[in-house]
């Protein structure tokens, strides 16, 4: 038996203080409040679940569509650990059916091996709209086939999220999916307002990073944006990179969706733990500065952001309670994927959990109980 006393902590539901907390074989079994040591020191700080991004296309200098293979897998791991990522879909974004099932193959291999943080694996395209792909490369864009369709519903691939674009997939596809038990996002669209509300009446659950990549909120076109906000039982994802959304548009959509629905994710590419400046991709490349990743004109390519990061964004920006950005980077990201035993520390929950320092740094972080070892990258910074 493992035990710890911490000043505070959050649940995944309420902030708590003076708590013991207790674990073996890599879950908990029993969590206290109001409990102060007499034998054993207390640590200071704040007591989390570990972080679950549910949108990671590389890091460590690996982007996973470049390098669809176990190693790139614990590459990528690894490089988001540091930031405390404890669980994450790798993201696979609009390639070719070898790729998707080169990606695919690689996370069945992962995941039966111990203290590793891939969970599944996220789909973002190539069921998606030309107008709106952003860096996703137009030649590769399509329907959705009975290809596409028996991979993305493999039962051997853990936790599988698919984006498209509600105009390019019929309902009857999105029915199939969502009775298959994939989660069913919705981005990178033009689609109007109706379409959007028909696939989330037909099982969509969430809109992939809100706001970007998909029609806006018009005075007399809802557009996508708009039913996102208006649809209370789907979740949002948000890129709180100081780039891709305004801080007041992502207060607003905070404030819409409420405590339970918000996700925060990284949408990080290979230059997120890493010193990379300049990835090759496609005919292109993608260039780095701070946060910031653009191809040569300009156009957002995804972001360096890890989740440490934008949980300190979220409190500076936002002006909301510490335990909505908590639960935005780990409850809510657990519940949308199905995963009872993660983001919470209650007992019978798997033992992923992170200290925070005052300053909301990562200080210590632990994978299925075991401690790990804080990488050199992630060393406090001031918030960019």
Known sequence: MNSLYVSHCFDGKQLLQDVRLDWQLGRIVALQSGVKPQH??????????????????????????????????????????GFGTTGMLPTVITDSLEVMQRAADAVAELLPEPLHTVLGIHFEGPHL?????????????RPLTDNEMQLICRKDIGKVMVTI??????????????KAGVRVSLGHSAATAEQALAAIEAGACCFTHLFNAMSPLTSREPGM?????ASSQVYCGLILDHLHVHPLSARIAALCKGEDKLI????AMAHTGSELQVLPYLQTEIRREGLKLTLPEGTLAGSALDMNTALRHFCQDLALPLSAGLKALSTNPARLAGLDDMGQLQ????????????NLNMQRCWLQGAEQQKEQHNKKRDIQ
């Open 129 to 141: 709209s030309v107008e709106r792909r952003g860096i996703h490369p137009a030649e590769q864009i």
């Open 264 to 267: 925060l994710v990284t949408d």
């Open 165 to 178: 674009a509600p105009e390019t997939v019929p309902v009857e596809q999105i029915r199939e999916l969502c």
């Open 225 to 229: 944006v708009g039913a996102a906000l």
């Open 40 to 81: 054993q020191a207390q640590l200071q700080g704040l007591l989390c679940p570990g972080f679950i991004d549910i949108q990671v296309n590389g890091g460590g200098e690996v982007l996973f569509n470049q390098l669809p293979d176990v190693s790139a897998l614990r590459t990528i791991s690894k490089a988001h650990l």
């Open 347 to 358: 007992a019978g929950a798997v033992a992923n959990m992170l200290l925070l320092d005052n």
